[in-house]
């Protein structure tokens, strides 16, 4: 599995970012997907996850500002982020919720200043 996380930036609180992650060698064409992000010291946190039914999991800070998405025909899987706050500053990756797959990627910085 190799996973591909992009679109981080520097923004202003308030503004937005939208996450891509280019997949390939997923075990299942809807293997449900999601996106952690991890600040320095910390563990990484999962704050949206998509099902493979569709179903849909945020993380209580991001709910109403995040939305995540997939388009299957191109192997991406997207996060919206909207009404960045400063606190969601961190690197961003997306892997499988709950079950990770070894590979991270490198992840994509995001920093929101206040």
């Known amino acids: 599995v190799q996973l591909q996380a992009s679109g981080g930036g520097l923004v202003q609180a308030g503004g937005s970012l939208r996450l891509s992650c280019a997949h390939s060698?997923?075990?299942?064409?809807?293997?449900?997907m999601g996106w952690y992000r991890r600040t320095p010291g910390q563990e990484r946190e999962l704050v949206a996850a998509?099902?493979?039914?569709?179903?849909?999991k945020y993380e209580d800070s991001v709910k109403g500002r995040f939305t995540i998405s997939r388009d299957n025909t191109k192997n991406m899987v997207y996060l919206q982020m909207n009404n960045l706050k400063p606190e969601d500053t961190a690197v961003y990756y997306c892997?499988?919720?709950?079950?990770?797959?070894?590979?991270w990627g490198q992840g994509t910085q995001v920093t929101v200043s206040s």
């Open positions: 060698g997923l075990p299942f064409t809807n293997e449900a």
């Open positions: 998509l099902g493979s039914t569709g179903n849909i």
């Open positions: 892997n499988r919720p709950y079950i990770p797959f070894k590979s």
